[in-house]
């Protein structure tokens, strides 16, 4: 493809499409984005310093129960600037950012879309590992700000990335709700430099799609220390919310492991009570480990969808009334009964980790259709 348009208010806009291996058409606004911006041989002695100030962070628990600082990785001349939420077990271990299994599914979509990781930069919202890989707490999150963006000051980027709503909230604010705010247009400035977004990208994950083996494969059970748990099971989330499903298992996007979520929050309504047969019932929930004790009650039908068959409805039949073991997101364990359109959620995502889809509960006939 031929680059057809260029406006020249924005040459550096450049240094974006250079790290495609394609060419790119684009015709964009004069935006001015920065005051004093530093020359790129400065960048390196002004991380420098910066991650000095950070290694000399006093009385932060966060730095005492860490291994070692992650402060970034990858080219600081890159202008993409990805931020995450803070280091796993992996990253601790190692000193740099996304090398588990977050950063191995981030390396395999920067190559879908031909960007090679050591062209852009990579950094976190905090800069050691949160104890059992939990999320930052506000207080962390609110410590580590000035340095965060100190540190996109430096790098001064043409895109932010932000992985998930712990980014999201850090740079943006604790008002906004992550699934609202793609596609707006958000302005900010740290120090004296301003950004201007155009569009805000959050990390989804990709969603398996009918056909692969994973899907038809019975889970594995995990541990408490399963790396970078609380952090997929927030990714998991945003993907849910960002696909318009009430229930995502692990499977789904590519983790062969007894895990699952969902929000009915969308069935509360009196609409839905008339139209269903099933009473209004808002339940979001966390369920790893799972095992069904007990189902019991009326076998009732009802029209299914899946995110990973999509544009597929089927009626299927399912027991009205559930009892399951399971452990939340802090490995406590809990045995709960659950009935109505709640167990009918519960019993489709925990299928998916039995490596059963709901296009198997069809008739022999139709179930033809799907092999």
């Known amino acids: 493809m031929e680059l057809k348009q260029k406006n020249q208010s924005d040459n550096n806009f450049e240094d974006v499409l250079d790290l495609f291996e394609i060419d790119h058409v684009y015709a964009n606004e004069p935006i001015k984005r920065t005051i004093n911006e530093p020359n790129l041989e400065d960048k390196q002695s ?78 976190n919202v905090v800069n ?24 996109i000051s430096i790098i001064n980027p043409k895109i932010l990335v932000l992985l998930g709503s712990t980014a999201m909230n850090a740079l943006i604010g604790n008002e906004v709700v992550i699934s609202k705010m793609r596609g707006k247009w958000i302005e900010k400035k740290f120090g004296n430099f301003f950004f201007n977004f155009e569009k805000i990208f959050f990390m989804i994950l990709p969603i398996v799609g009918y056909g692969n083996p994973i899907l038809k494969k019975r889970a594995q059970k995990i541990e408490k220390n399963y790396p970078d748990l609380k952090t997929l099971i927030s990714d998991m989330f945003e993907t849910m919310y960002h696909a318009s ?21 969308v069935f509360d309504s009196e609409d839905f009570e008339e139209t269903s047969g099933f009473k209004t019932a808002t339940l979001k929930k966390i369920f790893i480990n799972p095992e069904i004790i007990d189902e019991s009650g009326d076998t009732k039908p009802f029209e ?50 039995e490596g059963v889809l709901f296009t198997d509960k069809v008739s022999p006939f139709k179930k033809n259709l799907y092999t």
Do not use: W
Request: charged fraction near 25%; glycine fraction near 8%; proline fraction near 6%.
């Open 46 to 123: 002004l991380l420098e310093k910066l991650k000095d100030k950070i290694l000399n962070i006093a009385d932060c628990e966060l730095k005492k129960n860490s291994t070692q600082i992650v402060f970034g990785d990858g080219n600081p001349h890159s202008p993409i600037m990805i931020i995450g939420e803070g280091p796993g077990q992996k990253e601790d271990e190692m000193g740099k950012p996304f090398v588990g299994d977050a950063g191995a599914l981030l390396n395999k979509m920067l190559e879908a879309i031909n960007i090679k990781r050591p062209k852009i930069y990579i950094t």
């Open 128 to 151: 050691y590992r949160p104890p059992n890989n939990r999320k930052p707490e506000p207080a962390e999150i609110t410590r580590y700000s000035e340095y965060l963006r100190k540190h």
């Open 304 to 353: 299914e969808g899946c995110l990973s068959i999509p544009n597929v409805r089927e009626i299927i039949n399912r027991k009205s009334e559930i009892t399951l073991s399971y452990f939340d997101e802090n490995f406590v364990r809990h045995q709960d009964s659950f009935s109505g359109i709640i167990a009918r959620v519960i019993q489709h995502e925990y299928d998916h980790i």
């Open 245 to 265: 499903g009430v229930g995502l298992a692990a499977p789904q996007i590519g983790k062969s492991i007894r895990l699952f979520i969902i929000d009915t929050s």
